[in-house]
Structures are given as structure tokens and as C-alpha cells.
């Protein structure tokens, strides 16, 4: 019987979409730096070579700019949800993790909806306190990820399934 107390009826693990995978960045940042050395090589020839340095450096800055997006990607949001517990995890993309745990038959999910863009805020509220998830998701998957969660809770506020 303590299983069924201890059954997750939802999980899930939100994490910042990206457009593109780390090669797919490794290629366009490789295809940029071959042609931005093409466009820099009359320069040199023509005696301005500090333009190479200029034009290595914006190469160098989408260099960077993928490498912080993907550090930044690490970052994860876990949600489990038993008949006795939801547990909302948020672990920082340099692994820092913190924890809030809400009793199933009182937390409700708050929703921020605009009529034009969908979804734009969701948030656990219990007991006066109120904890933002989701942040990173586009509206969509705001609403997806609400819609789940809400059917889940009503299945958690009937109790475990003893049968």
C-alpha cells in the first residue's frame, strides 16, 4: 500500500529549447570564420590587416555567444508529482539546486495569459506563496505543460488507485 502513495502520476524535466545542437553551432560558427577570412584576405593583401584582427574578433564573439547559450542551457526544471507530494526541483545551469514542495490538495497553478501571444507565466501558489515555472518555455509549451500538470492534480486530489 505505501507504493501507491509513493507513484509518481506526473514527471517531467523542462529544459531551455535550443535552435541549434552543439555540432550544428560548431559548423555555422566554422562556416562564418571561413568566410569572414575570405572577406579579410584582400584586406591583408591590400596592406589593412588590422581588419583581420576586427573581423576575428565578431568571429570570435559568435564563438562566445554560443558557448554562454549552451552553458546557459544546462539549466533544468523537474516536476514530480505523487498522491502525497508535488516537488518542484530548479537546478541552475552551474548546478546550484533548489526544492519546493507543495501538498497536492492545495496547490493550484496559476496562469498569465495574454489574448494575442498564449501563456506567458506559470506559477505553483500555495498557501500564500507562490513559485514561477516554466519560465523558459514558449507560450505552447507554457500551455501544454499546464494542461498536463492540471490533470495530474486532479488525479492526485482523488488519492492513490488501492485497487
Same mark, same amino acid.
Given at each position: 500500500?505505501?507504493?501507491?502513495? /509513493?507513484?509518481? +502520476?506526473?514527471?517531467?524535466? $523542462? #529544459?531551455?529549447?535550443?535552435?541549434?545542437? #552543439?555540432?550544428?553551432?560548431?559548423?555555422?560558427?566554422?562556416?562564418?570564420?571561413?568566410?569572414?577570412?575570405?572577406?579579410?584576405?584582400?584586406?591583408?593583401?591590400?596592406?589593412?590587416? &588590422?581588419?583581420?584582427?576586427?573581423?576575428?574578433?565578431?568571429?570570435?564573439? +559568435?564563438? +562566445?555567444?554560443?558557448?554562454?547559450?549552451?552553458?546557459?542551457? #544546462?539549466?533544468?526544471?523537474?516536476? *514530480?508529482?505523487? &498522491?502525497?507530494?508535488? $516537488?518542484?526541483?530548479?537546478?541552475?545551469?552551474?548546478?546550484?539546486?533548489?526544492?519546493? =514542495?507543495?501538498?497536492?490538495?492545495? @496547490? =493550484?497553478?496559476? *496562469?498569465?495569459?495574454?489574448?494575442?501571444?498564449?501563456?506567458?507565466?506559470?506559477? $505553483? @501558489?500555495?498557501?500564500? *506563496?507562490? @513559485?514561477?515555472?516554466?519560465?523558459?518555455?514558449?507560450?505552447?509549451?507554457? !500551455?501544454?505543460?499546464? =494542461? /498536463?500538470?492540471?490533470? !495530474?492534480?486532479? *488525479?492526485?486530489? #482523488?488519492? &492513490?488507485? $488501492?485497487?
Amino acid at each position: 500500500m505505501a507504493q501507491a502513495y /509513493d507513484q509518481a +502520476l506526473y514527471t517531467a524535466r $523542462l #529544459r531551455p529549447h535550443r535552435s541549434l545542437s #552543439r555540432a550544428q553551432a560548431k559548423l555555422l560558427v566554422s562556416l562564418m570564420s571561413l568566410a569572414l577570412a575570405a572577406l579579410t584576405l584582400p584586406f591583408f593583401l591590400m596592406g589593412a590587416w &588590422p581588419i583581420v584582427g576586427f573581423l576575428g574578433l565578431d568571429a570570435a564573439g +559568435l564563438w +562566445l555567444a554560443f558557448e554562454l547559450s549552451f552553458r546557459a542551457a #544546462r539549466a533544468y526544471e523537474d516536476l *514530480r508529482l505523487t &498522491p502525497l507530494e508535488l $516537488l518542484l526541483a530548479k537546478v541552475a545551469s552551474k548546478g546550484q539546486r533548489r526544492e519546493w =514542495r507543495f501538498n497536492p490538495s492545495w @496547490v =493550484r497553478i496559476d *496562469r498569465a495569459e495574454h489574448e494575442e501571444f498564449g501563456v506567458q507565466r506559470l506559477a $505553483l @501558489v500555495s498557501h500564500g *506563496r507562490a @513559485v514561477e515555472f516554466a519560465s523558459f518555455l514558449g507560450p505552447d509549451q507554457k !500551455a501544454e505543460v499546464a =494542461r /498536463d500538470l492540471s490533470f !495530474a492534480l486532479a *488525479r492526485a486530489r #482523488r488519492g &492513490p488507485d $488501492l485497487s
